[in-house]
């Protein structure tokens, strides 16, 4: 983020938030409680509305993509503000951009979800500005009343004055409290003992919104003279429009315009994705029956040779040689040549698209010195950048409304769709919806990263693992990054301090880089997909070879509880012995030491990412033909203090069951530079019969701070499901999906 | 020129007959609840009622439903302040996240319960085949037992 704030005085008068970013930047907000910043006499600052009945509307300044955001942020103001949550209703903010003397600030405090921080980035944040309002309400009362402040206290919805027997309510103080200057003393929060909001357990706010299908998506937007538009994409990879006929697709009744759109440069830093037709119709079947009518020749691509199986080949290659060692810790070569038993593997993840169910969307309106745009995203400020890349217009100039997503998963975290409809707005002059089909979004998107892992671990006599390396060949996402040099893009792929560092020795890891023209990005739980689940899997093998207990050797090498180093995601520390007590937990809960029959096991995974620990434990039946049945799964989270505990276990459940469907059946594969799938049925998502109903959620609580929970709750899934095949049926499996692999 | 009723409207449409009724819905009639997942039939967001059976609102031209009766999501209940007991069942389990999937999840499941009243879990696997991204299948599964208890009590009818 590029937030400098320079003639704005940092104090408390002010008000000043300063927070870490998604990105990761310090991110310096304008006060959101103070005087002259409410919009209307009912406004206290700009998140916080209260009528004269008592109703409170509290705005949301986050995206919500389904991780339930909208309802546990405002549960934060709520709590410190001492309002009944049964008064409570949630407004969607847009993007708060200011422009300042060099740069932008943002008055709404920094905006944008994805690395699972869209709670612990605002914990402070926004129980500040409940306990903020709730002091200026008590001042104000304090003034009316002429009493000290201290003389008066609040119940929910009311300032009471004990010592006059006297009680105002909210809605009446509301316009005084707002023309207060806020005190340079920030009012102290409550203790957790006193929670009567956080933690409790509360249903999804506009879940009635959404079952009776009044919610909007951006998909939804319908605004005033507005036209439709879709993208004819290459069907290889970064191909370019070299010439197109659309004589017969302006034959089409509705379509009113077909022009071309300029991509970037294969390769280099991008926008959007790639070059494309675009057909301007009055309705959406209009547009997409002109596109089909296009006839379009395609620049040859550099990529019109790219394949899968080279891209596995090559990777398989690299290996043979020696990569770029990125850690290598203790005495790695000794250590292994000391070991009584080595066990080596490779596993290899593949690249999956996200697949939101929500295709991509975005409705713009670029006139000549303003853009609104209305669009589907976990980044605004991100949606703010694109549209004033493609229009010139200054961001301060360019309106971003957010609506509630469709499903993320880290697809929305790149703008290019909003780009594009900028892009075309500003070639028609006229507002437009770009919406685009399933096989727009199956066949171009940001895909994970696939990556050939080789794993190798050598034990002692007594079975302590004391060497471990893992050399990983992949396309790193962060091959199209500005400024990104080379010896860097191993950083996207491996992350040093995870697991087992710290836990071993002597411990190397060593990454390749392969290219392919298939575009990377970040998915859900980034690479701690692919990693957890090679690491988790192969732990097992070792565990398996060396003649030690699965459970058992993740305990020694876990051990208890201390606090160990840990950059990146979800820092600064690491507290393996948390993983200890969740593995325990799941495995007790699975009756981990009981005896199956033949056909039946159980396998255990956990991981740690984004600050918070989660485990699985999951019992599969396989047959002799080779049918898998999931039936039974236990997932447990530590995520410190689970602030919306509801959410908590939504998240629980739709990250387990996103690891099992991408696990099970899903793959992206290239084949002379086209992507070979294109739409559900050969991108398989799970379905509800593969899910049993014998599927529990525990929440341990741990501490008084929340961390992150979406992503955290994805990574042990995958592993924990191949261990248990393996237990029931001797099958190893090292290559997802898992697909077809156990027929016999 | 089809004709054909959508909730308690009539309506008339008098563009292309080969449009799918799923964009005649949202485009031409502006009840966005709708939904475009896949176009090919294959996800059910697009799910909504024929003459009381589920359709795939995204394979069927419009001019398929002429003279017939088409119930969406915004439809479903008799009234804003008495959700169908389907919806109810959604609301008590909590089961949406990003709430995109549901409305054809919730037009599915009414269908269904028509067929099975009392439906084992084996039911619901073999007949409710909607794609949900975020998994919330498993509350799903116990929404559709809660929903054919509270219609079995009577509630909401």
Not at chain 2, 89 to 99: I, M, Y
Not at chain 2, 110 to 124: A, N, Q, S, W, Y
């Amino acid at each position: 983020m590029s937030a400098r704030v320079h003639d704005i005085t940092l104090n408390r008068r002010q008000f000043l938030i300063v927070g870490s970013s998604v990105a990761g930047g310090l991110v310096l907000g304008l006060p959101a409680i103070g005087a002259d910043h409410g919009d209307s006499e009912r406004m206290i600052g700009y998140f916080i509305e209260i009528a004269s009945d008592g109703s409170v509307v509290i705005g949301s300044n986050q995206p919500e993509l389904g991780q339930g955001v909208r309802t546990a942020l405002p549960m934060l103001v709520a709590e410190e503000l001492d309002v009944e949550w049964s008064k409570v209703s949630v407004r969607q903010m847009p993007l708060g951009i200011v422009k300042t003397a060099d740069g932008y600030t943002w008055k709404y405090g920094g905006q944008g979800v994805g690395g699972s921080t869209g709670l612990t980035s605002n914990w402070d944040y926004m129980r500040q500005i409940g306990a903020t309002a709730r002091q200026q309400l008590i001042r104000a009362a304090a003034e009316r009343l002429g009493v000290r402040a201290h003389q008066c206290t609040t119940r929910p919805g009311v300032v009471t004055c004990g010592s006059l027997g006297t009680e105002i309510p909210y809605g009446d103080l509301v316009a005084d409290a707002a023309q207060l200057d806020v005190p340079d003393e920030a009012p102290p929060l409550k203790d957790i003992d006193d929670y009567r909001i956080i933690g409790t357990q509360q249903k999804t706010i506009d879940a009635l919104d959404m079952v009776t299908g009044r919610t909007r998506f951006g998909i939804d937007t319908v605004e005033p003279d507005m036209r439709y538009a879709v993208i004819a994409r290459a069907p290889v990879l970064n191909a370019r429009v070299k010439s197109f006929d659309d004589n017969d697709a302006r034959k089409i009744d509705g379509v009113l315009d077909v022009f071309t759109i300029e991509g970037p440069e294969p390769g280099a830093p991008y926008t959007i994705l790639a070059s494309g037709v675009a057909v301007v119709a009055d309705s959406t079947w209009a547009a997409m029956k002109g596109r089909d009518a296009l006839q379009i020749q395609w620049h040859e691509s550099a990529n019109a040779t790219d394949s899968s199986e080279k891209f596995w080949r090559e990777n398989e290659a690299a290996l043979e040689t020696t990569g770029q060692v990125v850690l290598d810790d203790g005495d790695f070569d000794t250590a292994m040549a000391s070991a009584v038993k080595v066990v080596e593997g490779r596993y290899r993840v593949p690249f999956v698209s996200h697949a939101p169910l929500e295709p991509q969307n975005c409705y713009a309106y670029v006139q000549e010195d303003r853009c609104h745009i209305i669009a589907p995203t976990q980044m605004p400020s991100g949606a703010s950048r694109a549209a004033a890349a493609v229009t010139g217009i200054p961001r301060e100039h360019i309106h971003v409304d957010m609506t509630r997503v469709g499903g993320g998963f880290g697809r929305r975290l790149t703008n290019d769709y909003v780009a594009e409809a900028a892009m075309i707005s500003k070639q028609t002059g006229w507002p437009i919806k770009l919406l685009w089909s399933r096989e727009d979004d199956i066949r171009n998107d940001f895909y994970r990263p696939g990556g050939l892992h080789e794993l190798r671990a050598g034990v002692d006599a007594d079975g302590k693992v004391v060497a471990w390396t893992q050399r990983l060949a992949s396309g790193s996402k962060y091959y199209r990054r500005p400024n990104m040099p080379d010896e860097n893009l191993w950083q996207a792929e491996l992350y040093p301090d995870d697991f087992p560092k710290g836990l071993v020795d002597n411990l190397r890891l060593e990454y390749f880089h392969n290219t392919i023209g298939l575009p990377r990005g970040s998915w859900r739980a980034p690479a701690h997909t692919a990693n957890a689940f090679v690491i988790q899997s192969f732990l097992d093998e070792l565990a398996h070879a060396s003649g030690q207990d699965p459970l058992q050797l993740r305990l020694d090498m876990l051990g208890d509880e201390r606090e160990l180093p840990y950059n990146g995601h979800g820092g600064p520390t690491f507290n393996p012995g948390r993983l200890s007590r969740l593995i325990r937990f799941v495995a007790d809960r699975i009756d981990y030491g009981v005896e199956r029959p033949a056909g039946r096991g159980v396998g255990l995974a956990t991981h740690f990412t984004f600050g918070g620990y989660a485990a699985h434990a999951i019992e599969v039946t396989v047959s002799d033909d080779g049918r898998l049945g999931i039936e039974r799964i236990v997932a447990a989270i530590d995520c410190g203090l689970a602030v919306h505990p509801n959410a908590v276990r939504a998240q629980l459940e739709g990250g387990t069951i996103d690891g099992l469907s991408t696990a099970l059946g899903l793959e992206i594969t290239v084949r002379d530079g086209k992507v070979q799938q294109s739409n559900f049925h050969d991108y398989p998502l799970a379905r509800i019969a593969a899910i049993p109903a014998a599927f529990e959620t525990h929440i341990l609580p741990y501490d008084d701070v929340p961390t992150g929970v979406g992503e955290i709750v994805l990574p042990s899934a995958a592993p924990a499901l191949a261990n248990a095949i393996f237990a029931a049926s001797g099958k190893r499996i090292r290559n997802l999906p898992i697909g077809d692999q156990l027929a016999a | 020129m089809t004709s054909f009723k959508i909730n308690t409207e009539s309506v008339d449409f008098d563009g292309d007959p080969g449009t799918p009724l799923l964009w005649v819905i949202r485009d031409h009639l502006n009840l966005t609840g709708t939904k475009y997942g896949c176009g090919i039939g294959q996800c059910g967001s697009c799910i909504v009622h024929v003459d009381g059976r589920a359709a795939v609102s995204c394979v069927m031209p419009v001019s398929g439903v002429d003279g017939r009766s088409i119930t969406t999501i915004e439809g479903l209940a008799a009234t804003q302040a008495e959700p169908h007991p389907v919806q109810q069942a959604w609301l008590e389990l909590d089961v949406p996240q990003c709430g995109f999937c549901q409305p054809g999840q919730i037009m599915a499941t009414v269908d269904f319960l028509k067929r099975h009243p009392r439906p084992t879990d084996e039911d619901i696997d073999k007949n409710i085949t909607n794609l949900c991204r975020c998994g919330t299948y498993v509350r799903i599964r116990k929404a559709i037992h809660r929903a054919a208890e509270l219609m079995a009590a009577g509630e909401g009818t």
